[in-house]
Every structure is written in C-alpha cells, then in structure tokens.
C-alpha cells in the first residue's frame, strides 16, 4: 500500500452566476514512503487545488469527490477533528507565499512551538529547544535569538526556512511543497531545495512537489505527473519523463527549459497560445488548440489516461514503439 493513494479525485466550484466549475477532473497518482513525486503544469492547471482538496483546505464553495488515503484512511472522509490532527503532523505543508501560513502578529517562538506542544505534548521549555535546533539545522544564524522576532522581521528566504524547520521538527511522513521556491532569488532557491533533498535522503520523508518549474523537478524528483487543464495528461518516473516525454504538452514543457548547457544560455521558449480558462472547453482534448499533432479525433473525444509500457498518458495519437524495457 502507497503511504499517499489519491484514486479519482475531482474539485468543482460552485458559482452564483453559472453551473459548477470543474477544475479537477479524477485525477489519481500515489505516492511512496520516502518517495518524491512532482506535479507539473502551467498556472491555472489545477495543482494546488488537487492538494487543498486532499487536505480539505477548499475555499467554501468548493467541493470534493473521489479519495485521498493517507496509511489507507480516506482523508476525504475524515471528521474535521482526525483531519487536523493529521495536517500539521503526519502531513506538513509549505507554500508559495511563506506568509500565508504565518500568524504575523505571532512570534516564530510561539508558532513553532505551538505545533509541538499540541500534537507532541512537549513542555514549552522542550519545544523551544527542539524549535532553535531546527532552525539551526535550516542554518538561520543566531537562532536562539531570532526565534523571538516576528515574522516581518525575517526576510522572505528566512521565513520559508521558517516553514521547512517547522516540518522538519516535527518530522512528517510527507511533506507537501506548493511552489515553495518561486517567490525567492535563485541563490535562496537553491538553498531551500537542498533543505527538501536532506529532508527526504536523511529522514526519509516523502516529498509532494507541486511547481511549473521542469529544472526544479528534475532536481528533486523520482516520480512526476504532469497536469494540464485539471487532467493528469503523463504520468512517468522523471528520468524516462526526461528522456523520451511522450505527450505533446510535456515535449512543449520540455522544450520551455532554459537550455543550461547552451553557450550564453539559449532564451527561454514558452508554448504558444494559453491554458483554457476552465468551464470553457468543450469535448475533445484541452490541448487540441495548441497542438502541432492534433487531429481531427482529437476534437470530438476527450483522451483517457492509459498505460503505455510502464507509464501513462492521455492522447489520441498511437503509442509510440518501446525503446528499451524501461520505456
Ligand atoms: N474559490 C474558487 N472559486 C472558483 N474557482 C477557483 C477557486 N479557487 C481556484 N479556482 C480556479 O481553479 C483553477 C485551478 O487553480 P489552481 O490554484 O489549482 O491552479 P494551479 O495549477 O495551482 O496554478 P498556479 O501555478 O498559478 O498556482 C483556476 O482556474 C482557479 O482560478
Ligand atoms: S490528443 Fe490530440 S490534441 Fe491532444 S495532445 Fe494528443 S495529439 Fe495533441
Ligand atoms: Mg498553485
């Protein structure tokens, strides 16, 4: 059993104005003890939505459908209370934008430990030392003293190293990353990714990691599933995802990595045309207005994500020929 099994999930909208806006459409994946999956896709594809409603952090008007099991309990099913005590615990997660998970009118102190005196039951006076010895392990400086400033005191690489060492202490089975390097510069990047390899080669913690960035999943990644228009569109291990990609999207996201191997660094190709907004496709395959290969099937049936050797993928045109037993 996958430590992390999402089978068929799916999140619609509700909207004052109009029907139910689908944004997820039963997407599955799994992910192993002290495994690292990446999920890939441009903005709006649906990513950070398939992790909120695993989590049941959905704004109001979404709704859920399908499972999430985490150890084989079905997240989704979960009562409020069980849910919490898993979130936070068994299950950590960091974002984008650090200062969404941080209480600003809190000292880092008082969030840190709080964590670890609910679900850890520690003595304050324990959970402030086992807090500075995280940040230290995060290589904040002078941590026995900065664990008393408040968030805005921190810079922006500082706090999410904030949100890594509240993971690491309390040393989860999975740790969900949702773009936790986009909003930093490069060097900082770098350093925050290091954190997430150490955590996961050292403790053993399995890593979701959500992000648009191919060069960050390559760096990190055993497994990745690539998302478009709310569908997973290729599911592969990275290496074989790398070497032979085997949908339209991910040859284009592919070829949207800045070459670094290129003299002078070659410029950064996109894929021309945008994402579809959802609710506004109609049958067919989503990426069928910016794909050099469609066809005419391709505008009347939605592909379905099918086996193909030892991946997955869903597109209309014919599977291409194995090469080698590890296609
Ligand atoms: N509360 C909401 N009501 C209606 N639509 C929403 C709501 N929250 C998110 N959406 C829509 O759901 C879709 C998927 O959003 P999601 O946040 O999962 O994208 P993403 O892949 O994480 O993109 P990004 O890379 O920009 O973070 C988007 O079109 C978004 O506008
Ligand atoms: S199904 Fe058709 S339009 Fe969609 S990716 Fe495959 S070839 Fe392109
Ligand atoms: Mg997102």
Request: charged content about 20%; proline content about 6%.
């Amino acid at each position: 059993m996958a430590l992390l099994e999402v089978e068929q999930l799916g999140v619609r909208f509700m909207r004052r104005d109009g029907p139910p806006l689908t944004v997820v459409h039963d997407v599955s994946f799994a992910l192993e003890a002290g495994g690292t999956l990446g999920i890939v896709g441009e903005s709006g594809s649906g990513k950070s939505q398939t992790v909120m409603a695993m989590l049941g952090l959905l704004a109001l008007n979404g709704r859920a459908h399908g499972h999430a099991r985490f150890r084989g309990d079905d997240l989704l099913a979960m009562k409020p209370g069980a849910l919490n005590r898993i979130r936070g615990d068994r299950i950590a997660m960091i974002f984008q934008d650090p200062m969404t998970s941080l209480n600003p009118f809190l000292t880092i102190e008082r969030q840190m430990t709080e964590s670890l005196q609910r679900h850890r039951k520690l003595t304050r006076r324990a959970a402030r030392t086992r807090a500075i010895e995280a940040l230290e392990r995060v290589r904040i400086p002078d941590a026995a003293r900065r664990i008393g400033l408040y968030p805005h005191e921190f810079s922006g690489g500082m706090r999410q190293r904030v949100l890594i060492a509240t993971a690491l202490m309390m040393e989860p089975d999975v740790l969900i990353a949702d773009e936790p390097t986009t909003a930093l510069d490069v060097t900082v990047q770098a350093q925050i990714m290091a954190l997430l390899r150490e955590m996961n080669r050292e403790r053993g913690t399995a890593i979701l990691l959500i992000t648009h960035d191919m060069g960050v999943v390559a760096e990190l990644c055993d497994d990745v599933m690539v998302m478009y228009a709310g569908r997973a569109v290729e599911k592969a291990s990275a290496t074989s995802l790398f070497n032979s990609p085997l949908h339209p999207y991910t040859v284009g996201l592919l070829g949207a990595l800045p070459r670094l191997d290129a003299p002078g660094g070659a410029p950064l190709r996109t894929i021309a045309g945008n994402p579809p907004l959802p609710g506004s496709g109609g049958q067919g395959c989503a990426f069928a207005p910016r794909c050099a290969q469609a066809f005419e099937r391709c505008h009347q049936e939605t592909p379905l994500l099918r086996a193909s050797g030892a991946r997955e993928r869903a597109c209309h045109l014919p599977a291409p020929v194995a090469r080698g037993a590890h296609a």
